[in-house]
């Protein structure tokens, strides 16, 4: 059963700071993996989405890179402003014909103005 | 695309009435989810559709809960009879092949 991690569970940054936010997986063999934000109250949006073949994706000031077979990936976050506090999480899909998700429980994070 | 559209938004309902709540997927999409949100187990996947066929319902805690989806454009998520631990924010999601895109959920109260 594939167990997915993110550490630290919240993150509290001054403004302009680099974020980086964690994801692990067990199982490494993936279809692909997703980054969402949740802000409070609301439902989840999507960021980014990296198949299995690649190694990251950029939009923004964002930057997620994917390690299979270390089973990790890495949500990057440029210059953090106070916008960007939220739930971040991750979720990895098992294979192309399988659409179930399996999430990790998010890390809250805090940019301080 | 509006994206996903869930409805209502927000509901109160007493211990041992019924709730239906109804999810609306991202045209094209063939793949819809229920998921169920709280804090003590964050966010679980209760069933998913794939054109319109339920795939896994493992995630369906009792019995008092049944989802259908008669059609591509269109499910529902039933309680009866609902219970004050069922109180969590329900989210629906479709995907086809790519993203998995979530509604903005319905938070249900059931005092």
């Known amino acids: 059963k594939q167990e997915v991690t993110q550490i630290p569970a919240a993150l509290s940054v001054p403004e302009g700071e680099n974020l980086v936010l964690n994801c692990s997986f067990t199982?490494?063999?993936?279809?692909?993996l997703q980054w969402f934000r949740q802000d409070p109250g609301k439902g989840l949006t999507s960021l980014l989405l990296?198949?299995?073949?690649?190694r990251e994706q950029t939009s923004g000031r964002l930057n997620a890179s994917l390690d299979k077979s270390s089973g990790r990936s890495t949500l990057y976050i440029a210059a953090s402003q106070p916008g960007d506090s939220a739930t971040y999480l991750c979720?990895?899909?098992?294979?192309?014909?399988?659409?179930?998700?399996?999430f990790g429980a998010g890390t809250t994070v805090t940019v301080r103005a | 695309d509006a994206g996903v559209i869930q409805s209502p938004r927000h509901e109160v309902t007493e211990m041992g009435q019924e709730v239906t709540l109804r999810c609306k997927p991202i045209?094209?999409?063939?793949?819809l989810f229920w998921y169920r949100q709280t804090m003590m187990r964050g966010l679980e996947l209760l069933i998913y559709?794939?054109?319109?066929?339920?795939?896994?319902d493992s995630g369906m805690p009792e019995d008092r809960f049944s989802a259908k989806m008669p059609n591509a454009s269109f499910s529902t998520l039933k309680i009866q009879p609902s219970e004050p631990r069922d109180s969590a924010v329900y989210f629906c999601?479709?995907?086809?092949?790519?993203?998995?895109?979530f509604g903005q959920g319905t938070r249900l109260t059931v005092v």
């Open positions: 979720a990895v899909r098992p294979r192309s014909n399988d659409y179930k998700l399996s």
């Open positions: 199982d490494s063999a993936i279809y692909n």
């Open positions: 990296i198949q299995s073949s690649q």
């Open positions: 045209s094209g999409h063939n793949s």
């Open positions: 559709f794939n054109n319109n066929v339920p795939i896994d």
């Open positions: 999601a479709s995907n086809s092949r790519g993203e998995t895109f």
